[in-house]
C-alpha cells in the first residue's frame, strides 16, 4: 500500500478522556431511566396533553345516553362502576378500548386493587368512550350509558392511522411513541396536517396553533392533541430544551 | 465484573447495573471511537459520537443480537446507524452531549500534530473511499478497518453474510480499478 492511502493507526482517547465520557455516558443512562418510569406512571394517569386534560376530564365527568362515540383520542378507564369514580385518561390507539384499560390495570396504573376480571366500554354523554369494571353484561346499561357501537373499531382505527400519519409527518412523539422532532414553520405543520387530514377524509376538521405560538424562532418542534368533539387538530409548538 | 463475557455484561447492564455498562463502555469504546475516527477523519467528532453511540445503543438495548456473545459488531452497527443520521443522533442527545464536563486541561497537546496528521491522512482516505456507494463503504470500513469477521459484519449491520461478502468483493473491485486508474495502491487490502 503507498503512503498517500495508509491509514492511521488506532489510538486511545486522550488521557482523562475515557473515565470522563464512561461516567458521563453512565450518569445520563441512569437519569433516563429513572425519568423514563417517573414519566411512564405520569403518562398513565392523563395520557392526553397538559393542554387539553381539561377538556378530556370534563368529557368524562357527566353523563347521558349518546349513542355514538365522537371522542376517538382518548379512553377512560374508570376505578369502579360509577361514574363519579376516579378514572385514568388515555389516548386510544386503536385497539379495543376494553385492553388498552386492562393493561393499565396490569400496570397498577388504575387503582391498588387487583385487575378486575370483565371489562365493559360505553359511551359517555360527551362521546367519550369510558371503561368500567364489569359484573354482567348490562353494565352499560345499568350506568344509565350505551354499549360501544360494532363500528367504533373501525372508527378507531382509522382515527388512529391519522393521528399516526400526522405525528410521522410533524416529527411529534405521541403517547408511547417517540420519533425525531422536526423543526418546522407554523406554514408548514398547517400543510403537513392538512395533506393527512385531506387524504384520510377528515377535511372537516380544522387545525388550531395553541401554547406559546411559534414566536421564539423561525421553526418549533410541534407537539399535538385532538379534539374529535369539535373535530381539531391542535398544534403546540414546544419551546427548545 | 471486568472477567464477564459481553453477554453477561449486557444482560446485568439492561438489569440496571450501572456498573456493568461501564465496563462495557470501557472495553470497547476504543475500539468505536477509531471506528467512528477512520469515518469521520476527525478525532475530536469521533470522540463526541463515539458518547452519542453508546447513548444511542442504550436507547436501543431491547434490540440487540449479539453476534457469539460479543457486543462490539452490534455497537460498530450503532455507529454505522449513527454516521448515516449524524445530524438526527446528535439533534436527539444533544442535551446530554451539552452536559458532558468540558476539560480543556485534558485536551491532547503531546500528540496534536500526530492526530492533524492522522486527519490529513485519513481525509484522504476517505476521498478515496467516498466514490464507492455507501454501503460498500461500510461494509470495507467494518471488515477492513474495524477487522470485523463477515458474520460480525453482517449483525452490525442486519443483511445476510452472503450480502456483507458480494459487498465486500465488489467494493474492493472497485477499489482496485479506481487505484489503478490513478497509479496507486488501494486503500483497502484486497
Known sequence: ?241 | MEQANDADLWRRAVDGERDAFGVLFERHARAVYNYLFRRTADWALAEDLTSVVFLEAWRRRTDVRLERDLVLPWLLGVATNVLRNRRRSQWRHRAALERLPRDHALDFADDAIGRLDDERQMRTVLRAIGKLPRREQDVLALCAWAELSYEEAAVALGVPVGTVRSRLSRGRARIRKLSSAQGHEPAVPA
Request: hydrophobic share 40%; aromatic share 6%; glycine share 8%.
Open chain 1, 1 to 241: 500500500m503507498n503512503d498517500e492511502n495508509r491509514i492511521p493507526a488506532h489510538r486511545d482517547l486522550p488521557p482523562g478522556r475515557l473515565q470522563l465520557r464512561k461516567e458521563h455516558v453512565v450518569r445520563e443512562v441512569t437519569t433516563w431511566d429513572r425519568a423514563s418510569r417517573q414519566r411512564r406512571r405520569r403518562l398513565a394517569l392523563v395520557l392526553v396533553p397538559a393542554v387539553l386534560a381539561a377538556l378530556a376530564v370534563t368529557g368524562f365527568t357527566t353523563y347521558a345516553l349518546t349513542r355514538e362515540p365522537t371522542h376517538l383520542e382518548s379512553v377512560g378507564c374508570f376505578e369502579t362502576a360509577e361514574l363519579d369514580g376516579n378514572i385514568a385518561i388515555v389516548n386510544a390507539d386503536g385497539r379495543d378500548p376494553t385492553a388498552i384499560c386492562a393493561e393499565l390495570w396490569r400496570r397498577g396504573d388504575v387503582g391498588p386493587g387487583a385487575a378486575p376480571e370483565s371489562l365493559a366500554a360505553c359511551v359517555l354523554e360527551t362521546g367519550a368512550v369510558g371503561v368500567f369494571p364489569s359484573s354482567n353484561e348490562d353494565t352499560c346499561e345499568e350506568l344509565g350509558l350505551v354499549d360501544l357501537p360494532p363500528t367504533y373499531a373501525t372508527e378507531a382505527e382509522r382515527f388512529a392511522a391519522l393521528r399516526d400519519a400526522i405525528a410521522e409527518e410533524l416529527g411529534a412523539s405521541y403517547g408511547s411513541s417517540e420519533r425525531d422532532p422536526k423543526c418546522l414553520r407554523e406554514e408548514e405543520a398547517r400543510a403537513l396536517v392538512r395533506r393527512e387530514l385531506a387524504a384520510r377524509g377528515y377535511e372537516d376538521w380544522s387545525i388550531e396553533v395553541i401554547g406559546g405560538g411559534f414566536t421564539e424562532g423561525p421553526c418549533a418542534a410541534v407537539g399535538l392533541g385532538f379534539d374529535g368533539e369539535q373535530e381539531v387538530v391542535f398544534l403546540v409548538p414546544e419551546p427548545d430544551e
